[in-house]
C-alpha cells in the first residue's frame, strides 16, 4: 500500500487516520508500560538473571516506533488545524 502525502488526503481520510493512529499509539504506550512494569516485578522477584534483562530490552526497542507515530499522529492534527483555519 503506498501511503499519501498528508496535504493530499481528503478531511474524513485525515479524521479516520488521526483515529487510528490514537488508538494504535496507545495501545503500544500501554503495551510497553506493561511490560515495563512486569520486568520491575519479574526483577525484583527473581534478580537480573537473563529473562528480565531480556524482556526489559524490549520496550526501549520499541520507545522510536512509539515516538514515530506520536510525531504522526501531531502532523495529522496540525494539518487538521490548518484546514479548518483556511475554512
Known sequence: MKSQKIEEMSHEALLKQKKTTELVTGMLAGALLVLLIMVVLLASKK???????????IPFAFIPILFLNWNHLKAIKKELNSRQNVV
Do not use: A, E, H, R
Open 47 to 57: 534478580g537480573l538473571d537473563g529473562t528480565s534483562i531480556g524482556l526489559g530490552v
